[in-house]
Antibody, heavy 118, light 108 residues
Framework: EMQLLESGGGLVQPGGSLRLSCAAS????????MSWVRQAPGKGLEWVSA????????YYPDSVKGRFTISRDSSKNTLYLQMNSLRAEDTAVYYC???????????WGQGTLVTVSS | EIVLTQSPATLSLSPGERATLSCRAS??????LAWYQQKPGQAPRLLIY???NRATGIPARFSGSGSGTDFTLTISSLEPGDFAVYYC??????????FGQGTRLEIK
């Protein structure tokens, strides 16, 4: 069974940094592209980054470009999201998701909450 | 950026009724439109991909249709577990991938 387990969320001050992790199991991690999607409290879904199965290509929306970095370690079956220069509007539950191709998000983790506040 | 507009914002129906949810794109997304279901406190779940293909394990009462800019998710006969928020997502022209704002399906 495909499983994704996010961790690393918490409370951080504006301007601070945080690194999220997503541990994958039950499938061949290196065969899948991966994405991060976030959901602010009471709001809808926002895609925040994607990485190819090899890790060679990464993609971001303008809202996080230059502040967030997605990466992966296939030896550890783990996806990461390094978040810098955090803002109050980055407060959200962050989900990782598998992508069999073309940004189709077919399996999701349960999410980790990031709160940016002083 | 492609904007997806879902309607209605809230749909109130009873178990056993038919639900019809709409998603309209600001420009053509061909058939690269997916639907997700999200229940309170849970992660989204993929229901439909490429406009009309059910994801693995999704019951046949869920169906999708449309192409270009207009899409529909239909639930033929609502069960209690179907009351949730539904999002559409386009992956035709990215980055960025975009989602609709969601339709809340509530029990009448």
């Amino acid at each position: 069974e495909m499983q994704l387990l996010e961790s690393g969320g918490g409370l951080v001050q504006p301007g601070g940094s945080l690194r999220l992790s997503c541990a994958a199991s039950g499938f061949t991690f290196s065969s899948y592209a991966m994405s991060w999607v976030r959901q602010a409290p009471g709001k809808g879904l926002e895609w925040v980054s994607a990485i190819s199965h090899s890790g060679d290509s990464t993609y971001y929306p303008d809202s996080v470009k230059g502040r967030f970095t997605i990466s992966r370690d296939s030896s550890k079956n783990t996806l990461y999201l390094q978040m810098n220069s955090l803002r109050a509007e980055d407060t959200a539950v962050y989900y990782c998701a598998t992508d069999p191709g073309g940004l189709l998000l077919d399996h999701w983790g349960q999410g980790t909450l990031v709160t940016v506040s002083s | 950026e492609i904007v997806l507009t879902q309607s209605p914002a809230t749909l109130s129906l009873s178990p056993g009724e038919r639900a019809t949810l709409s998603c309209r794109a600001s420009q053509s997304v061909s058939s690269y439109l997916a639907w997700y279901q999200q229940k309170p406190g849970q992660a989204p779940r993929l229901l439909i991909y490429d406009a009309s293909n059910r994801a693995t394990g999704i019951p046949a009462r869920f169906s999708g249709s449309g192409s270009g800019t207009d899409f529909t998710l239909t639930i033929s006969s609502l069960e209690p577990g179907d009351f949730a928020v539904y999002y559409c997502q386009q992956r035709s022209n990215w980055p960025p991938v975009t989602f609709g704002q969601g339709t809340r399906l509530e029990i009448k």
